[in-house]
């Protein structure tokens, strides 16, 4: 899938696990008591820059308990993570072929919410929480990713 637009699709990697992993599960969290889901989390994008791959390192998807990680039409990259209960958005964009960390968004166990880019920390409101999430999302849907088994890639 071309993430950018550049003309180059990108090398996306994924793995079967346990969406979110185990803590999404836990009971300190929830006082659900939920089957364990599992599904297809990318873990990993390259990309052909002067016609070398290249890893996209910057980017953290799968990493730290994420329970859902997407690309959006609008080329940006998303990774929820923690539980949806208490999320933490981490938004990531493509720029000549490389993925950049652009914001996260946190919502925090004590009803307070955080705005986080290279900047720095800023806390808001729910209200501008959800505001900035619409406003970095701009209308985009996530797109569907055909998986295929890394033995057919190319077939």
Not at 39 to 68: C, H, T, W
Not at 148 to 155: A, T, V
């Amino acid at each position: 899938y071309d993430i950018d637009g550049d003309g180059s699709e990108e090398l996306i990697f994924g793995q079967l696990d346990v969406l979110g992993g185990t803590d999404i599960y836990d009971v300190r969290y929830t006082t659900d008591e939920l089957p364990m889901v599992y599904g297809m989390m990318i873990v990993d994008v390259y990309s052909i820059i002067d016609g070398k791959p290249f890893r996209q390192d910057k980017i953290n998807l799968s990493g730290g308990g994420a329970y859902e990680t997407q690309i959006l039409s609008n080329g940006i990259m998303k990774s929820c993570r923690d539980t949806p209960y208490f999320p933490l958005y981490s938004y990531y964009k493509f720029t000549d072929g490389v993925g950049d960390y652009v914001a996260a968004l946190i919502m925090y166990r004590d009803g307070t919410f955080v705005y986080s880019d290279k900047n720095g920390d800023e806390y808001i409101s729910q209200e501008e929480f959800n505001r900035r999430i619409a406003e970095i999302e701009d209308g985009a849907h996530p797109i569907e990713i055909k998986w295929k088994r890394l033995q057919d890639y190319g077939k």
